[in-house]
């Protein structure tokens, strides 16, 4: 596989999934941590990893393992900056939107995640003005039931517009606001 050439260093944001009680990645989390990483190695420079969200029905926070994840696959700290606040995907883009403007992050950014995930991440990102570019998505596991891989899909139905209606609704109140 070719890599791809970028003009700076990209940002890889990586969408949190869910953590078993014994606080191990779930496969779903793994699957996307390693689709973040095998892309990033496709780059001619070597990216930052954006590992977002909080602690979910069972800790610790999914940006840390995803965080360790990526550090026990090579990937050195100083190229990692989890983000471990979210508690859903909205409030990652909000926060991993804010993180880029803090460190000023100039480069190509990317979003990892599901393939059912991919276009609300992406469509919040871009309208929260991070002109974000899709990772291929991992592969789910054939193994998964018809219903299960559509049960997903359909929770994305009323999500997608919940999650517009709310992010606009930010920006029009941040729009009215003095500056800060």
Same mark, same amino acid.
């Given at each position: 596989?070719?890599?791809? #050439? &970028?003009?700076?260093?990209?940002? $890889?944001?990586?969408?949190?999934?869910?953590?078993?009680?014994? *606080?191990? !990645? @779930? !496969?779903?989390?793994? +699957?996307? &941590?390693?689709?973040?990483?095998?892309?990033?190695?496709?780059?001619?420079?070597?990216?930052?990893?954006?590992?977002?969200?909080? #602690?979910?029905?069972?800790?610790?926070?999914?940006?840390?393992?995803?965080?360790?994840?990526?550090?026990?696959?090579?990937?050195?700290?100083?190229? $990692?900056? !989890?983000?471990? @606040?979210?508690?859903?995907?909205?409030?990652? #883009?909000?926060?991993?939107?804010?993180?880029?403007? %803090?460190?000023?992050?100039? *480069?190509?950014?990317?979003?990892?995640?599901?393939?059912?995930?991919?276009? +609300?991440?992406? /469509?919040? =990102? %871009?309208?929260?003005? &991070?002109?974000?570019?899709? #990772?291929?998505?991992?592969?789910?596991?054939?193994?998964?039931?018809?219903?299960?891989?559509?049960?997903? +899909? =359909?929770?994305?139905?009323?999500?997608?517009?919940?999650?517009? =209606?709310? /992010?606009?609704?930010? %920006?029009? $109140?941040?729009? /009215?606001?003095?500056?800060?």
């Amino acid at each position: 596989m070719t890599g791809v #050439v &970028v003009t700076g260093p990209a940002a $890889i944001i990586v969408f949190g999934a869910g953590v078993r009680p014994d *606080g191990s !990645p @779930t !496969p779903t989390l793994s +699957r996307r &941590v390693e689709a973040a990483r095998l892309f990033g190695e496709r780059l001619s420079v070597p990216p930052l990893y954006l590992p977002t969200g909080g #602690v979910g029905r069972h800790g610790p926070a999914e940006a840390a393992v995803m965080a360790a994840a990526l550090r026990e696959a090579g990937v050195p700290d100083a190229r $990692i900056l !989890p983000e471990d @606040t979210a508690r859903n995907t909205l409030a990652s #883009v909000f926060a991993c939107q804010a993180m880029l403007r %803090r460190i000023r992050h100039g *480069g190509p950014v990317w979003a990892a995640t599901s393939a059912y995930h991919l276009p +609300r991440c992406l /469509l919040l =990102l %871009r309208l929260a003005g &991070v002109p974000a570019r899709a #990772v291929p998505p991992p592969q789910a596991p054939a193994a998964h039931r018809f219903w299960r891989r559509w049960h997903w +899909r =359909l929770r994305e139905v009323p999500a997608v517009p919940l999650d517009v =209606l709310l /992010l606009l609704g930010r %920006r029009t $109140i941040d729009s /009215l606001l003095p500056e800060r």
